[in-house]
């Protein structure tokens, strides 16, 4: 039961750009305004990796430093997607990019900020590479 589809990746050379996007599907799409969402990704050999998160509204907006100024993440509640815009990529962003939901309103906070097990719905990935 797929909740959560992206799409978007594919194959860019260093300091191009990639938008990434990811739509919601039944059930998690009947919850989809009030639902916190984040981008994660994962190189082979390499936990999976916060990258950004949005609260419910899109009003507030968390960053990993690795990306931060680089990377946007921005949500399209009537569409029910979200998007994750990506410059200046470097070949070290190369992985499998997810999107990942969770039931409550905003992102985690505290020690738990950019974990992954706080999310309950995960999509299947994209893969991005990026090539020197």
């Not at 998690?28 to 609260?55: C, K, V, Y």
């Not at 499998?96 to 309950?120: F, K, L, N, T």
Request: hydrophobic share 35%.
């Amino acid at each position: 039961q797929v909740q959560l589809a992206e799409s978007g990746g594919g194959l860019v050379q260093a300091g191009g750009s990639l938008r990434p996007s990811c739509a919601a599907s039944a059930p998690m799409a009947h919850t989809f305004r009030t639902s916190a969402l984040g981008w994660f990704r994962q190189a082979p050999g390499n936990e999976r990796e916060f990258l950004a998160d949005i609260n419910w509204s899109g009003i507030s907006r968390y960053y990993a430093d690795s990306v931060e100024g680089r990377f946007t993440i921005s949500r399209d509640n009537a569409k029910k997607t979200v998007h994750l815009q990506m410059n200046s990529l470097k070949p070290e962003d190369t992985a499998v990019y997810y999107c990942a939901g969770r039931r409550a309103p905003v992102s985690p906070v505290g020690p738990e900020a950019g974990s992954p097990g706080q999310y309950d719905y995960w999509g299947q990935g994209t893969q991005v590479t990026v090539s020197s």
